[in-house]
């Protein structure tokens, strides 16, 4: 190669991984969100990113009509169809660390939130790593404090330790710490969840805080959060955190979220530093979409977040 020949920049590597469960929250649905995310184009949102994809399929994930919702933590609380959730996410773990050993960054396509759970336990296995949380919820919530034991409300809390979680074996573990994650877009939270938020050292910042400062800021200090000291940070992009006018298709709507442009360019932040090690994508109920809008928002988000842009 000449001197003056140009260099081609090494193309990123992704490889998708569908989590299709809906045993986390009560609306059904959300199971066919990996579905609706690859129909509504994503293999090619990823290429028109510049990135080299491939699709490892779904995890085999049975019917939540064929198991038992109702299950007792030892710690006495509540936590619907526990176990099935473990199974899911012990397996999607396992997915993850192969991605990244292969050299693939792991994006993960759900199913409702708690499949997080798999998703940074398998990319914390051997590294240091802070999360970005993109979502209107804290995700905070345990099986004693749940109000409804649905563990799409729960996942943050396992994975950073939180007390109540003890005696459930597989979610004991912290997988992340508290000074390395920041929920961006917050505007719906339980007491409970307060109350862990008083005193965490989790940075949360709420709608009013991007209002006040802006997203470029918010998002800049959440970069700086996730990556300080870490080997990358994990996105667990949640379509909920936006405004249910544009993403109509999601199972808990909060209105007040990000409109499309704000989104999109959070999503360009996440990809200007290249910090980013694993990525998911949660929630999308096609059952609750209009021309699947919200799946194909998914997408573009996505392709932003990898690195594409109009110039």
């Known amino acids: 190669m000449s001197e003056n020949e140009p260099v081609e920049e090494d193309r990123r590597s992704v490889r998708i991984i569908g989590a299709p469960t809906d045993y986390g929250q009560d609306r059904r649905g959300v199971d066919m969100g990996p579905s ?32 038992d919702a109702e299950y007792r933590t030892p710690t006495e609380g509540k936590a619907r169809f526990l176990r099935e959730t473990e199974e899911v996410c012990s397996r999607l773990s396992n997915e993850v660390q192969e991605s990244l050993a292969d050299g693939h960054t792991p ?27 993109f979502d209107a919820h804290g995700d905070l919530n345990t099986p004693t404090t749940s109000p409804s034991g649905n563990v799409h409300g729960m996942p943050l809390a396992a994975l950073l330790g939180v007390k109540e979680w003890v005696g ?4 004991n573990a912290p997988s992340l710490s508290p000074a390395n994650v920041a929920i961006v877009g917050l505007r719906s939270l339980d007491d409970p969840e307060r109350e862990i938020l008083r005193n965490s050292e989790i940075s949360a910042f709420t709608m009013s805080d991007i209002d006040e400062h802006g997203l470029d800021d918010v998002v800049e200090k959440a970069r700086a959060v996730a990556g300080d000291g870490t080997d990358g940070y994990h996105v667990s992009l949640d379509l909920d955190w936006l405004d249910p006018t544009i993403a109509p298709g999601v199972g808990t709507p909060v209105r007040g979220g990000v409109d499309y442009r704000e989104a999109h360019h959070a999503m360009e932040q996440v990809a200007e530093d ?30 932003s977040a990898f690195g594409k842009r109009i110039l």
Do not use: C, F, K
Not at 40 to 55: C, K, M, P
């Open 36 to 67: 609706a995310i690859r129909y509504g184009g994503l293999s090619q949102g990823l290429s028109e990113a510049d990135v080299d994809s491939e699709d490892a399929g779904d995890l085999l994930v049975p019917r939540a009509e064929e198991r």
């Open 107 to 133: 994006l993960v396509l759900g199913g409702d939130h708690s499949i997080a759970i798999g998703t940074i336990s398998g990319s914390a296995a051997d590294a240091e790593i802070g999360a970005i949380w």
């Open 168 to 171: 459930v074996d597989w979610a």
């Open 274 to 303: 290249g910090g980013m090690r694993s990525m998911e994508l949660v929630e999308v109920n096609p059952t609750l979409d209009q021309h699947n809008e919200t799946a194909e928002l998914a997408v573009e988000l996505a392709a």
